[in-house]
């Protein structure tokens, strides 16, 4: 266990060391919130208006979660993995005697800290001028505090799991930008499922993207309580488990690519 904590201590150094980057990166999730709710507030502001099971005070709330869970486990993990897989120096990662998967994990939660206190700040400014949002009763904000958790492991297997194709591509950004263009759509982070066709509203509600956002921020608004609440939250877990051990098996065959000074 000492090893682990020694990666996430060195990977919250990294970020502070690197705060410009680490800073940019989560001031584009940002901006993107400020951007959203200008947007719905001219569509919901409207007195009575209610579009899709939403008003305003339920978008508002909506996307100050969608912020929270986008701005957690930040792309600077699959950066410094991906450059280390194209680099080579991943086979100096191999020869540790730490578990691959468990030290990259451990490499986020490393800097979850940083990226909690970032987000207080701006949530805080945020409610600021747009008004504190209704806090769910104690059952559903347990089941919230719990999404929030799940949602830390499970982001980080999905980065984990796309950022493995680099030992085949050897490049990261078309990745990279597949990967956020697909769980920004199913997540719900930039528009909510209610709104999509019925179909892919299904298939995005039970695919492992759902627990990135709409999960957590359903439950937060009162959108999803009592037993399907607690089915979403049994789905976000049952996704974290499958994809880390699908994550391994890929692991191993990523590793028949791995080619070091023509070795």
């Given at each position: 266990m000492?090893?682990?904590?020694?990666?996430?201590?060195?990977?919250?150094?990294?970020?502070?060391?690197?705060?410009?980057?680490?800073?940019?990166?989560?001031?584009?999730?940002?901006?993107?919130?400020?951007?959203?709710l200008?947007v719905?507030?001219?569509?919901?502001?409207?007195?009575?208006?209610?579009?899709?099971?939403?008003?305003?005070?339920?978008?508002?709330?909506?996307?100050?979660?969608?912020?929270?869970?986008?701005?957690?486990?930040?792309?600077?993990?699959?950066?410094?993995?991906?450059w280390?897989?194209?680099?080579?120096?991943?086979?100096?990662d191999?020869?540790?005697?730490?578990?691959?998967?468990?030290?990259?994990?451990w490499?986020?939660?490393g800097?979850?800290?940083?990226?909690?206190?970032?987000?207080?700040?701006?949530?805080?400014?945020?409610?600021?001028?747009?008004?504190?949002?209704?806090?769910?009763?104690?059952?559903?904000l347990?089941l919230?505090?719990?999404?929030?958790?799940l949602?830390?492991?499970?982001?980080?297997?999905?980065?984990?799991?796309?950022?493995?194709?680099?030992?085949?591509?050897q490049?990261?950004?078309?990745?990279?930008?597949?990967?956020?263009?697909?769980?920004?759509?199913l997540?719900?982070?930039?528009?909510?499922?209610?709104?999509?066709?019925?179909?892919?509203?299904?298939?995005?509600?039970?695919?492992?993207?759902?627990?990135?956002?709409?999960?957590?921020?359903?439950?937060?608004?009162?959108?999803?309580?009592?037993?399907?609440?607690?089915?979403?939250?049994?789905?976000?877990?049952?996704?974290?488990?499958?994809?880390?051990?699908?994550?391994?098996?890929?692991?191993?065959r990523?590793?028949?690519?791995?080619?070091?000074?023509?070795?």
């Amino acid at each position: 266990m000492r090893a682990y904590t020694a990666h996430a201590r060195a990977a919250a150094l990294s970020a502070l060391a690197y705060r410009g980057n680490f800073l940019m990166s989560l001031g584009g999730v940002a901006f993107q919130l400020i951007a959203l709710l200008a947007v719905w507030k001219v569509l919901l502001g409207g007195a009575g208006t209610r579009i899709g099971g939403f008003d305003w005070p339920h978008m508002r709330s909506y996307l100050l979660v969608a912020f929270a869970s986008g701005a957690l486990v930040g792309t600077f993990v699959d950066f410094r993995m991906a450059w280390r897989i194209k680099s080579g120096l991943v086979a100096l990662d191999l020869v540790k005697p730490v578990d691959y998967q468990r030290a990259r994990l451990w490499e986020a939660i490393g800097g979850v800290w940083i990226e909690i206190a970032v987000i207080a700040v701006v949530a805080t400014v945020s409610m600021l001028f747009s008004g504190v949002p209704d806090l769910p009763p104690g059952p559903e904000l347990a089941l919230f505090a719990t999404s929030m958790l799940l949602l830390i492991p499970l982001k980080f297997i999905i980065v984990y799991f796309s950022t493995l194709a680099c030992f085949w591509t050897q490049n990261d950004v078309g990745i990279l930008w597949a990967r956020q263009a697909v769980t920004g759509l199913l997540s719900g982070a930039l528009v909510p499922l209610a709104y999509f066709p019925g179909w892919l509203a299904t298939a995005a509600q039970w695919s492992p993207f759902a627990g990135l956002t709409s999960t957590p921020a359903l439950i937060f608004v009162g959108q999803a309580s009592g037993g399907r609440a607690l089915l979403l939250v049994g789905v976000q877990l049952a996704w974290v488990i499958v994809l880390w051990y699908a994550a391994r098996a890929l692991f191993s065959r990523a590793l028949r690519q791995l080619t070091v000074h023509g070795g």
